[in-house]
């Protein structure tokens, strides 16, 4: 058997005005679970870069809006700078999508099937402050996915705390 030297071609997608928020990436054609959708493309910077940027675009009175991507603790993607379509995958609570990076290069793969007019969404998870409580990162980061599963946030919720014990209780 001949194996091809040819990439698969990649589902049809388009990019399209979402009822999560501004644009999003909705499928043209079913989309089989496992399948490599897309790559988050762009500028590859610093993590340091993307920290001095974010906090010079970060004004709490527009909201929070970024199109970074951290590769790893080093490398960051900016989408703003030539990427591609996967920028515009909105977050869900409950997505359809995940990300999987191999090798430097973050792909957007299909969770489970997807038909035709779905939009595309993963779950960010972004992270922030370990500070902040969950009513700080739905004020500050707000999710509009409307899933069953929303947390309200599209960061990554707070830890738990542990409740301490009152002084003389059983053990």
């Not at 990649?10 to 644009?23: E, F, K, T």
């Not at 870069?49 to 709490?60: F, G, I, M, T």
């Not at 080093?74 to 999508?97: E, L, Q, Y």
């Amino acid at each position: 058997m001949k194996t091809s030297l040819v990439a698969p071609v990649p589902p049809a997608i388009a990019v399209d005005r979402s009822p999560i928020q501004g644009r999003g990436v909705f499928a043209r054609e079913p989309i089989a679970a496992g399948t490599r959708i897309l790559e988050y493309t762009g500028a590859r910077i610093t993590s340091a870069e993307a920290d001095a940027s974010a906090a010079e675009d970060d004004d709490p009175a527009r909201g929070h809006h970024t199109l970074f991507f951290a590769v790893d603790d080093d490398t960051v993607i900016d989408g703003s700078r030539g990427g591609s379509d996967a920028c515009f995958v909105n977050h869900s609570c409950d997505p359809n999508c995940e990300i999987l990076i191999s090798r430097k290069r973050v792909y957007v793969h299909a969770q489970r099937d997807i038909e035709p007019g779905e939009e595309l969404h993963y779950d960010y998870w972004y992270l922030t402050d370990e500070t902040y409580t969950l009513e700080d990162l739905r004020r500050i980061y707000p999710c509009r996915c409307g899933s069953a599963a929303c947390r309200g946030t599209i960061a990554r919720p707070p830890p738990r705390r542990r409740r301490r014990r009152a002084e003389g209780a059983a053990e």
